[in-house]
């Protein structure tokens, strides 16, 4: 029983390049949350997906970000052009259809380094 | 914004029951109190949660006051590996959607 996925672990890009960050949710969740938390400060809500719909892209940066969850297939965040202010930890999250009680499962997150 | 409210740090000796405010003064009926703890850089990990009712699970015991408007999360017999920063989080619901907006949490610090 797999918890959530993320990959990579690491991830370090020159300014200008691209970051691809990976979410895999858990088994049956179709709903998934990434949060970005910068060094020393709390988790940042970036947006909300569910299968192939965004639902909710209110913390989003409105350039070079954009995000995805395909029918099939990983979540992806995609950073394009990054800058060292992008430098963070993103963590990906899913809870499962319906249900107002359910919690979030967190994975362990992709700790990106612009250099 | 995140809809509740925490001391940012407490200490605690080790052996020695945990006891974590939280403020939600402004939460709805029908949403659920969330508590998770984030060791060191790790992903946050889930405590507990509860509507009404207090609520005790193998982690933690939740209690939650009648009004609903605070709520204290208790460690019953802290260790060195319960040191975090432990988060209260009440959902956000917005144009029919919800998502959970962490607020600073509390630095738990657990002694020897």
């Known amino acids: 029983n797999a918890g959530v996925m993320q990959n990579p672990r690491h991830l370090v890009r020159r300014r200008g390049q691209e970051a691809r960050l990976r979410c895999s949710p858990v088994?049956?969740?179709?709903?998934v949350y990434w949060y970005r938390q910068l060094p020393e400060e709390g988790l940042k809500f970036m947006v909300y997906l569910q299968k192939e719909n965004i639902i909710d892209e209110s913390g989003m940066p409105k350039e070079r970000f954009s995000a995805e969850f395909p029918k099939e297939g990983p979540s992806i965040l995609r950073i394009q052009q990054v800058v060292r202010g992008d430098s963070a930890a993103y963590f990906c999250?899913?809870?499962?259809?319906?249900?107002?009680?359910?919690?979030?499962?967190f994975g362990s997150g992709t700790r990106l380094t612009v250099v | 914004d995140a809809k509740t409210t925490q001391p940012p740090s407490m200490d605690c000796a080790e052996g020695r029951a945990a006891n974590l405010p939280c403020n939600h003064s402004t939460i709805s009926g029908n949403e659920y109190v969330y508590w998770y703890r984030q060791i060191h850089s790790q992903g946050p990990q889930y405590i507990i949660h509860?509507?009404?009712n207090n609520e005790t699970n193998e982690m933690a015991s939740l209690i939650i006051t009648e009004d609903r408007k605070s709520s204290t999360l208790i460690l019953p017999h802290a260790t060195l590996r319960d040191t975090a920063v432990y988060y209260c989080i009440v959902r956000v619901t917005t144009s029919g959607t919800y998502k959970y907006i962490f607020g600073t949490g509390t630095r738990l610090k657990v002694l020897a």
């Open positions: 999250a899913s809870s499962p259809p319906g249900g107002k009680s359910y919690g979030y499962t």
């Open positions: 088994k049956g969740h179709s709903h």
């Open positions: 509860g509507l009404k």
